[in-house]
């Protein structure tokens, strides 16, 4: 019986990291556009999720978060949309199956390795670093798969859509990762252990994530 409470807990508690993430994406604070690139804070609830409930709630958390980046892009399309959509065309470049891979292969990857390495350093280290490190380096390597993704696939529709030359996409995407990758890690290295420290000892009388 109390294998059945802690899965319904479990639940619960993964269906309010996916509410807020839908709260998220409907107000400003999910996603900031800041030129062609949304500056974002959907990661954080990614990561907390993996934290707490383990590396198969942070997965689905992650799809979540891939999920309401097409959906974005799909919806409310900007000039690189089409990178995180197949069904949308900006500019006369469309989207494709790869649109797919990078809006969501991230993104899963992102929650899924946060519980891993979260409960791989917490063997080590104290909860409230652990935290801090897997917050920043998860997030450094979402950008840098999300960054490497765009150059692979759409390197010349990615220059198109910002009216440069292919030549030029390398130092854009380096930019990106070396200022909106690095604000969005501290900002996930900060607040991800705070709520790590406020959260986690009710979350572990609640025997979840263990």
Known sequence: MSNKYSQIRQLTLAAFFIALQIVM????????????????????????????????????????????????????????????SPFITV???????????IAFGPRILLGWLSAKMFRWLR?????????????????????????GMIAVFFTPQYAQALGVSASAVTGIIFGVITTNGI?????AGIIV?????????????????E
Not at 44 to 60: K, R
């Open 183 to 187: 604000a969005e890690a501290v900002l």
């Open 91 to 101: 500019g006369g470049i469309s989207g494709n199956f790869a649109s797919l891979l």
């Open 193 to 209: 252990p705070l709520l790590d420290k406020a959260l986690w000892p009710s979350i572990r009388r609640m025997r979840l994530g």
């Open 123 to 147: 063997k080590k280290t104290g909860d409230i670093r652990s935290a801090a490190i897997t917050a920043a380096a998860n997030t450094i390597l979402h950008t840098l798969l999300v960054m």
């Open 25 to 84: 994406t409907l107000t400003p604070i999910g996603y900031i556009p800041i030129g062609a690139i949304n500056v974002t804070t959907m990661h954080i609830p990614v990561i907390l999720c993996g934290i707490f409930l383990g590396s198969s709630y942070g997965a689905l958390a992650g799809f979540v978060f891939g999920l309401t980046s097409m959906l974005r892009a799909t919806f409310q399309p900007g000039a690189t949309s089409f990178l995180f």
